[in-house]
C-alpha cells in the first residue's frame, strides 16, 4: 500500500463546477497535509495546508481533513480553466514530506 | 527575493555514468529536499539536509548521495545511471528543519540514454 493514495484522475468538470480531489493516507500519526499544484512543466506550488480535523477555506479552495479516516481532500469552487493542472497531495511525518502521485484536473470551457 | 535555483535544467547522459544536480534555496532557507518525479510514481523522496546533515533518507539505492555546503547550497550527485534513472529531479527549500512548506526549482530533466 502506498503511503499516499490519490486518483490519477484524469478528472474532467466544466468550468463553473466543483471539482473534488481525494487523498487517502496510510500513517495514523501523520501530522500536517498539503496540497500543491503543478502545472504542465512546471514545478509543484504549495496552495493549501490542514492541520486539524474539519474545513479549511480560502478564497474557491477548501481543504477538508479526517484523520480517523485518514483522508483529506480539495474542493475548488466555481473551477475555472485556468485550474487544469496536477494536484498533488502531501503527507507530512517524521521530518519527511511524502507526496502522491497526483490528480490531473481539466476543467472544459 | 530569487526563488529556488537549481542547474543545470536540462542533462543527457548515458548508461554508467555519474551525474551531479546542483541546487540554490531561497535566500535565508536553510533546509533543502530533493525529490524524484516521474510520470508513473509521482514525488518520491530522496533526501533532505539541514545544516549540512542529512537528516532523512528515502529508499533509493546508494548510487544517489548528496551533500549540503556551508551557504546551504545542496548538490545531489547518482553514479552507475541507469535508464530507470531518467527523470525530473526537484530540489525545495524551507526556512527551518521543520520542512512543511517547501519552494520548489524548476528540477533539472535528466535523460539517460
Known amino acids: 500500500q502506498k503511503e499516499v493514495e490519490q486518483n490519477s484522475g484524469p478528472l474532467s468538470v466544466p468550468e463553473g463546477a466543483i471539482a473534488s480531489l481525494n487523498c487517502t493516507y496510510s500513517d495514523r500519526v501523520s501530522q500536517s497535509f498539503f496540497w500543491y499544484r503543478q502545472y504542465s512543466g512546471k514545478s509543484p506550488e504549495l496552495i493549501m495546508s490542514i492541520y486539524s480535523n474539519g474545513d479549511k477555506e480560502d478564497g474557491r479552495f477548501t481543504a477538508q481533513l479526517n484523520k480517523a479516516s485518514q483522508y483529506v481532500s480539495l474542493l475548488i469552487r466555481d473551477s475555472q480553466p485556468s485550474d487544469s493542472a496536477t494536484y498533488l497531495c502531501a503527507v507530512y511525518n517524521n521530518n519527511d514530506m511524502r507526496f502522491g502521485a497526483g490528480t490531473r484536473l481539466t476543467v472544459k470551457p | 527575493k530569487a526563488g529556488v535555483t537549481q542547474t543545470p535544467r536540462y542533462l543527457i547522459k548515458t548508461r554508467g555514468q555519474q551525474v551531479t544536480l546542483s541546487c540554490s534555496p531561497i535566500?535565508?532557507?536553510?533546509?533543502v529536499s530533493w525529490y524524484q518525479q516521474t510520470p508513473g510514481q509521482g514525488l518520491q523522496f530522496l533526501f533532505e539536509?539541514?545544516?549540512?546533515?542529512?537528516?532523512n533518507k528515502g529508499n533509493f539505492p546508494g548510487r544517489f548521495s548528496g551533500r549540503q555546503f556551508s551557504n546551504s547550497r545542496s548538490e545531489m550527485n547518482v553514479s552507475t545511471l541507469e535508464l530507470g534513472d531518467s527523470a525530473l529531479y526537484l530540489c525545495?527549500?524551507?526556512?527551518?528543519?521543520?520542512?512543511?512548506?517547501?519552494?520548489f526549482g524548476s528540477g533539472t530533466q535528466l535523460s539517460v540514454l
Open positions: 535566500s535565508g532557507h536553510r533546509s
Open positions: 539536509y539541514f545544516s549540512e546533515t542529512q537528516r
Open positions: 525545495a527549500s524551507s526556512p527551518d528543519k521543520r520542512s512543511e512548506k517547501l519552494f
